[in-house]
């Protein structure tokens, strides 16, 4: 994983971060907390529409994105990094079961120097 402050394309940096995560999390039997911890460091908060989600829940999380399969595909319009912070305003599309969803997200993170997230806050809107 690449680190923070040597990135070049901060907008690529956000696509790979979270198409990694969930192409690792998809690719085999790997225990999840395992791949949640190659993505994320163990203090991890991230605040999705005001709703915390720690370590714990994160993995608990993993459960039902592993039995329903999505594809994911992220347009990532802007992105910026300062230090250890970095900022992006993306469009998630996801389909699974035949179902299309695409969710607008800001996004407001701050990454530890291996490039593992550290704490996220994002507010999220489904796009019609």
């Known amino acids: 994983m690449k680190q923070l402050n040597s ?8 696509a790979d971060f979270y198409t990694g995560f969930t192409r690792d999390l998809l690719a085999g039997d790997e225990d999840a907390a395992l791949v949640v911890d190659r993505y994320h460091t ?16 994160l993995i608990d999380h993993t459960r039902p994105v592993r039995k329903n399969r999505p594809t994911i595909r992220m347009d990532v319009h802007d992105a ?16 699974q079961r035949g179902k299309d969803v695409a969710i607008d997200v800001h ?6 120097p291996d490039g593992r997230m550290r704490e996220a806050h994002m507010l999220t809107r489904a796009v019609s």
């Open 107 to 112: 996004f407001f993170g701050r990454f530890a």
């Open 42 to 57: 163990p203090d991890i908060v991230q605040v999705a529409d005001g709703n915390p989600i720690d370590r714990q829940k």
């Open 80 to 95: 910026v990094v300062d230090g250890d912070l970095l900022a992006a305003r993306y469009t998630l599309h996801s389909s």
């Open 7 to 14: 990135i070049e394309d901060p907008k690529q940096f956000m």
